[in-house]
């Protein structure tokens, strides 16, 4: 059997959803660098697997997987990428616990997490820890205004996990957890940390989750870097 092939730069965050999916159900991958900086996404090669020229693209034997986002934002377009039809399908196929069915709450975390915590983690990730690695000023209204939504909204888990949910979905690991580890990650490496780390609940949560071993594996695969 042909390996797995996971396409993309592990620096991004969304590249690394899906690299956590991988590791987590212990599955063998390929990484195959594509450096935006350089374009190589937008190369022959590469518009074959994916021929929206983004990241990232899994292969896993003939099938090829990838999402288009029909509506980047503005200031992180080279960032936009294919991660969660990518990890469903992986937890389709291989990791079926981590997608309980029915469940109702799965999908609807699976949903909040898509729509709601990742447009505002996504942008003060951007402004905050890629900007300045790309020598460009940070938009402290943008940060000021993100921070807030995000705020808000990690009031809803706080609640949501001291009612007595160890996890987003229950009392088991899904989908919907390990989709947002690589940006929740980035989030406590900037400095904006103390939204995840001034509740106590979701700290604890993210405590919990990123202690899972897979997790070990997959950041020490992310170049942060130095004093990050």
């Known amino acids: 059997m042909a390996p797995i092939k996971l396409y993309g730069m592990m620096l991004s965050p969304n590249v690394t959803r899906v690299a956590t999916l991988l590791n987590e159900l212990g599955l063998d991958f390929d990484f195959v660098d594509v450096d935006l900086r350089t374009g ?34 503005k200031s992180s377009t080279n960032l936009v990428a ?15 616990a981590l997608l309980p069915t029915p469940s109702a709450k799965l999908e609807a975390w699976l949903e909040v997490e898509s729509h709601h915590f990742y447009p505002p983690a996504r942008t003060l990730v951007y402004e905050l820890l890629i900007k300045p690695m790309l020598g460009a000023p940070t ?35 899904t989908l919907a957890d390990a989709n947002h580890m690589s940006y929740l990650f980035m989030l406590t490496k900037s400095p904006k ?11 604890a949560w993210w405590d919990e989750i990123s202690a899972r071993p897979a997790w070990a594996k997959t950041v020490a695969s992310i170049p942060l870097p130095p004093g990050v």
């Open 40 to 73: 190589a996404h937008k190369q022959p090669d590469f518009l074959k697997l994916n021929p929206f020229g983004q990241i990232p693209a899994l292969q896993d034997g003939d099938e090829v997987v990838f999402e288009l986002e029909l509506n980047p934002p």
């Open 82 to 96: 294919e991660s969660r039809a990518i990890n469903r399908y992986i937890a389709t196929k291989y990791g079926a």
């Open 139 to 173: 938009d402290a209204a943008e940060v000021d205004k993100n921070a807030a939504d995000l705020a808000k909204l990690l009031d809803v888990y706080e609640a949501h996990l001291a009612a007595g949910n160890k996890y987003l979905a229950g009392d088991a690991f």
């Open 193 to 203: 940390a103390d939204l995840v780390a001034s509740r106590p609940h979701v700290k």
